[in-house]
């Protein structure tokens, strides 16, 4: 039997699924933009066959090894490595061999349909991963990666992708995008500017990264405007190797919109090492304001990815580092926190912003709102903890009544884990192709509207608002 049914996300009733089919059938073949993402950008750059199973689904997958952790898994015996370098599991089978036993627990998790579309359509099987069969799938996963249908480029193709953006930090060469573009492969994957790492004091390193800043691009980061020099110089470079957007993965959407002495001041304190948690607040603030003004010369769309509790768990931060899946969503405010920013750019017309959250509760009090008023501002999809089934159906109810469809801007996969892809894009066309259908049903919306929402939303809005 296969792991996957035709009409899986479909709405239950005949009539409903019908349509849904239907509206799907006509959306499910376009090419795959995706704007945002975390994949490397050296797998296209030097196309080398993918390690194993275990490298390609278990070791850079958060969503995976959080699940595993929380039933007492230990992150050693999956083969994260520790900041210190004591010696974890490294043999890969083994690892495997534990997430096939423990396959279960991501019954009814996205994960679970991610992966077992990965299994079906790209390495064919059609039998649940269990403890019986993981050596079986194992040995077939790693005969694949070896040939050349399964290196990362061909797999690109293979996967029908139009554009494929990664996320690099401004203290990064991009070496890997330029050797892609050398190359010659007509593959689209470009970059996107994350500059976190410089504009957060409370980033790990962050004096150290001004040091590098200045080194890169020869502008003294020490002075308030030399430092906004690099990091205008930066967002060209970035622009250049072809990124369209930027990136803020800040606590919150706090906005700050200080004279310039007042940041001038302000810069000062946070690159003494000894500001307080109030002044980094606001030095974050404030840099989301300066980016936005820098955007309005440069063209890059803003991003905003608030809400995260990152490195929650001290004890697992302390051994493997970030991104070990103990982020946690906070509570998140938008109306308070953006007005500095909007006040200043809210009506600028070459402006776009496109706002994420990990708080649910925001979508109809404060972002449908929010987006269905302010020129600038666009609602990214259903992010992260809410990147499944029900969490894009809660974002379509909450929010397109106040913010219609026409300011949202599509999907976004925002992963890591490339073989994934396909799986994410066709979960949101499926659930969309389904919410369409049950609007259509209850005469909210024509079908002949629903046929052309359907190919925007998996298509059409996202190039637009990436300016793709
Ligand atoms: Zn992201």
């Not at 210190?84 to 599991?89: F, K, Y």
């Not at 627990?105 to 403890?131: I, K, M």
């Not at 970030?322 to 500095?340: F, H, N, Q, S, W």
Request: aromatic share 12%; net charge negative; with cysteine.
């Amino acid at each position: 039997m296969p792991l996957l049914h035709d009409d899986r996300l479909f709405p239950a009733h005949p009539d409903t699924r019908a349509l849904a089919r239907s509206l799907y059938r006509s959306v499910r073949d376009l090419p795959i933009v995706s704007p945002h993402g975390h994949t490397d950008p050296a797998w296209f750059a030097l196309n080398e066959a993918f390690e194993s199973a275990t490298a390609l689904f278990i070791t850079p997958d958060h969503y995976v090894f959080r699940m595993l952790y929380s039933q007492g898994i230990p992150l050693e015996s999956l083969g994260v490595p520790t900041v210190d370098g004591t010696p974890v599991e490294t043999d890969a089978r083994r690892i495997w061999r534990t997430f096939a036993a423990h396959y279960h627990l991501f019954r009814a998790t996205p994960s679970r349909t991610w992966l077992d579309h990965v299994f079906q359509e790209v390495f064919g099987f059609e039998e649940r991963l269990c403890s019986t069969n993981a050596d079986a799938y194992f040995d077939r996963i790693g005969e694949a990666l070896a040939r050349p249908e399964f290196r990362p480029r061909a797999l690109f193709e293979r996967f029908n992708i139009e554009v494929l953006a990664t996320t690099e930090s401004p203290l990064d060469d991009l070496r890997h995008h330029r050797a892609i573009r050398d190359s010659g492969w007509p593959g689209r994957v470009i970059t996107a500017f994350r500059p976190d790492p410089v504009v957060d004091p409370d980033y790990e390193g962050f004096a150290g990264n001004l040091g590098a800043l200045a080194e890169l691009t020869g502008r003294d980061t020490s002075d308030w405007f030399g430092y906004l020099a690099a990091l205008r110089e930066r967002r060209a470079f970035f622009g250049a190797m072809g990124a369209t957007s930027t990136d803020h993965g800040h606590p919150t959407a706090a906005t700050r919109d200080f004279s310039d002495r007042e940041a001038e001041r302000l810069f000062r304190r946070v690159r003494s090492g000894e500001c307080s948690a109030r002044e980094a607040e606001d030095f974050r603030g404030q840099m989301l304001t300066e980016m936005a003004k820098m955007s309005l010369d440069d063209g890059l769309v803003m991003q905003i990815h608030p809400g995260a509790f990152r490195n929650h768990n001290a004890r697992v931060f302390g051994r493997f580092g970030r991104d070990k899946g103990a982020d946690i969503p906070m509570r998140t405010g938008y109306v308070d926190e953006l007005k500095p920013l909007l006040d200043r750019f809210g009506n600028e017309a070459g402006l776009s912003i496109i706002l994420f959250t990990l708080d649910e509760t925001a979508y109809s009090r404060e972002l449908a709102p929010l987006a269905g008023h302010y020129p600038v501002l666009k609602l990214g999809p259903a992010w992260w903890f809410h990147d499944s089934p029900e969490g894009m159906r809660r974002f379509r109810r909450q929010v397109t009544e106040t913010a219609g469809f026409y300011n949202t801007v599509g999907f976004n996969d925002d992963t890591r884990a490339f073989l994934s892809i396909p799986a994410r894009h066709d979960v949101a066309r499926r659930i969309d192709c389904g919410m369409l259908a049950e609007w259509v049903v209850e005469h909210l919306l024509e079908e002949d509207e629903a046929f052309e929402l359907a190919e925007q939303l998996a298509y059409g809005f996202v190039k637009q608002a990436y300016r793709l």
